[in-house]
């Protein structure tokens, strides 16, 4: 019994990869590994910019949930106030 030798967590019993990284292995031999690893700094990774964007997002995310649960008015949500003068 091996682990494969690329995730390093699966036991393979016939070959030196698991089903998934012979799928990573085979494209790679395809299409090359540098367009891959390309492929994946551009997609997967995040520089310090998109991280701060994110956060930011997340955070406004949260207070705007957090004021939802409280029941403060939420800014641009004139929708209530809007009901309420048709009354």
């Known amino acids: 019994m091996l682990s494969c030798s690329l995730c390093e967590s699966v036991i393979t019993l016939t070959s030196s990869h ?30 310090g910019e998109q991280r701060a964007r994110k956060m930011n997002y997340l955070k406004k995310k949260a207070e705007k ?8 008015k939420i800014y641009g949500d ?8 048709k009354k």
Do not use: W
Request: aromatic fraction near 6%.
């Open 18 to 47: 698991c089903e998934r990284c012979r799928k990573i292995k085979n494209i790679g031999n395809t299409y090359g590994f540098d367009e891959i690893l390309q492929v994946l700094e551009i997609v997967c990774l995040r520089n």
């Open 78 to 85: 004139d929708s209530k106030d809007y009901d309420q003068l």
């Open 65 to 72: 949930d957090n004021k939802e649960l409280t029941g403060e």
